[in-house]
């Protein structure tokens, strides 16, 4: 069966520095990754997806970036964090065309910078 | 631009009530249509979805309504129970379209 994997749980960072989470997902090969936020009092805002390996397309103009080195890994990343970079990070993934079973999501970050 | 809207932010229903969630959509293009569960520090859940093709779809407790012509849906649950005291956001998803649409969501709140 497929699972996802997401780490840290929580993380606390200053103002200014670097910023890496990742997410894995296993049992299943070529899957659509995506990347989410949900900040506070807000609904899930899409940051990035990818449909395979170096392909990552953005659709929020913002301080963070993402990356996926290998088919089932993908990396959120920022050189300087900022106070509004806080929030709830989901990574999420599907299989072909997606249709009524929707993404399966993980289990989330909370990420809050200080 | 809010493809899908969620205009309650919150629900409160008593216990062996029934608790209805609203959601509307603006496009046409959309395939399917689906509800969400989320707690608190935890990843969104998949529940129930709908075709386009349909009006209704039941899952036990659950029952997701389309109404196409007014572009809206609902999710019904019947009786609600404390532990579906949660957010649930609404999606919206199409073929040509590529990517999974959210609602803001409703903080659903069932006491006892």
């Known amino acids: 069966s497929q699972t996802i994997h997401q780490w840290p749980a929580t993380l606390v960072q200053p103002v200014g520095s670097p910023l890496s989470l990742e997410c894995t997902v296993e049992g299943t090969s070529n899957p659509n990754l995506y990347w989410y936020r949900q900040a506070a009092g807000r609904g899930l805002q899409l940051l990035f997806y990818?449909?395979?390996?170096?392909?990552i397309s953005s659709e929020v103009p913002q301080n963070l970036s993402a990356s996926r080195p290998q088919d089932r890994q993908f990396i959120l990343s920022s050189k300087k964090l900022l106070l509004s970079d806080s929030g709830f990070y989901l990574c999420?993934?599907?299989?072909?065309?997606?249709?009524?079973?929707?993404?399966?999501f993980g289990s989330g970050t909370r990420l809050t910078v200080v | 631009d809010q493809q899908v809207k969620q205009n309650s932010p919150s629900l409160s229903v008593q216990e062996g009530r029934i608790s209805i969630l609203n959601c509307d959509y603006t496009?046409?293009?959309?395939?399917?249509f689906l509800w969400y569960k989320k707690y608190p520090a935890e990843g969104p859940t998949f529940l129930i979805s709908i075709s386009s093709i349909k009006d209704k779809n039941e899952d036990g407790r659950f029952t997701v309504f389309l109404n196409k012509s007014a572009k809206h849906l609902s999710l019904h649950i019947v009786p609600s129970q404390p532990g579906d005291s949660a957010v649930y956001f609404c999606?919206?998803?199409?073929?040509?379209?590529?990517?999974?649409?959210f609602g803001r969501g409703t903080q659903l709140t069932v006491w006892p």
């Open positions: 496009n046409s293009m959309f395939d399917y």
């Open positions: 999606a919206a998803i199409g073929s040509t379209l590529g990517r999974l649409y």
């Open positions: 999420a993934w599907s299989v072909g065309i997606v249709g009524g079973n929707g993404y399966t």
């Open positions: 990818s449909v395979g390996i170096g392909q």
